[in-house]
């Protein structure tokens, strides 16, 4: 059984930056995909940024790139997302997720990496709350 514990939310304001950890307890594989959805408030979750461990892959929703870096420490089992030029519609409640060892979904190719149901291992979340 795979568990994800999430830390670094935070307040800040708009052009802030944050940094969110994510540690996965219970599995050493590197065949999986490790990172990070978000929900709005009374919507769905969605996607943010994702990472192969096998290949340091990275995948992004189109809203974050370019601020937003996602990495890894394979040593400490670690994905990191650096959070930059944040701004007030990032406020959301941020989710560490994994896919099954053995199924990196997100380096599958298929046009949506997030895919939902493609990640069984989820963490509490953690807040971010960008003030204008």
């Known amino acids: 059984q795979v568990q994800l514990e999430e830390s670094g939310g935070g307040s800040v304001q708009s052009g802030g930056s944050l940094r969110l950890s994510c540690s996965a307890h219970?599995?050493?594989?590197?065949?999986?995909?490790l990172g990070w959805f978000r929900r709005y408030p009374g919507k769905e979750r969605e996607g943010v940024a994702m990472?192969?461990?096998?290949?340091?892959?990275?995948y992004y929703v189109d809203s974050v790139k370019g601020r937003f870096t996602i990495s890894q420490d394979g040593a400490a089992n670690m994905v990191y997302l650096q959070m930059d030029d944040l701004k007030p519609e990032d406020t959301a409640l941020y989710y560490c997720?994994?896919?099954?060892?053995?199924?990196?979904?997100?380096?599958?190719?298929?046009?949506?990496?997030?895919?939902?149901?493609?990640?069984?291992?989820w963490g509490q979340g953690t807040q971010v709350i960008v003030s204008s």
């Open positions: 997720a994994s896919t099954l060892q053995g199924r990196p979904f997100c380096a599958y190719g298929e046009d949506n990496p997030f895919k939902e149901s493609e990640y069984p291992y």
């Open positions: 990472l192969y461990l096998g290949s340091g892959s990275t």
């Open positions: 219970g599995s050493s594989s590197r065949s999986k995909c």
